[in-house]
């Protein structure tokens, strides 16, 4: 199954990202969850060390808003996802543009209505 970086994840269950994780886990998905908060999201501590590899990553879906990306910009290309995922309200043109110059697909996408329409 597509392993699937969630960043911005949150413990917060009225947040998009919580609803991501758990409904990317129901569908039998690998997923990490990434974020500030030292949390814990369903049996998973949240990872806010961006030093901590992880590997083969096919999907980071972004739950962070565009003022915030900048510091993950290096971190989000260094994982090598073969796609990201930009949800509603994360758009942003430079992050696309480094990652389509990294031969990483873009998508402007809602990750939970992927997952309701089996297009993930």
């Known amino acids: 199954m ?9 413990d917060n269950p009225t947040r998009y990202a919580y ?21 814990d999201l369903g049996g998973q501590k949240i990872i806010t060390d961006k030093s ?12 962070v808003g565009p003022q915030n990306q900048p510091v993950w910009y290096d971190y989000i290309l260094n994982l090598k996802p073969k796609r990201i995922i930009f949800n509603p309200g994360t758009e942003n043109r430079e992050l696309e543009q480094m990652a389509q110059d990294a031969n990483i697909e873009t998508l402007h996408h809602c990750t939970l209505v992927m997952l309701a329409s089996s297009s993930y």
């Open 52 to 63: 901590q590899p992880i590997e083969d990553v096919d999907t980071v879906t972004l739950y």
């Open 19 to 39: 609803k991501a994780f758990h409904r990317l886990k129901e569908h039998g998905y690998e997923v990490v969850p990434v974020g500030i908060k030292n949390a």
């Open 2 to 10: 597509k392993k699937t970086v969630v960043l911005g994840a949150s």
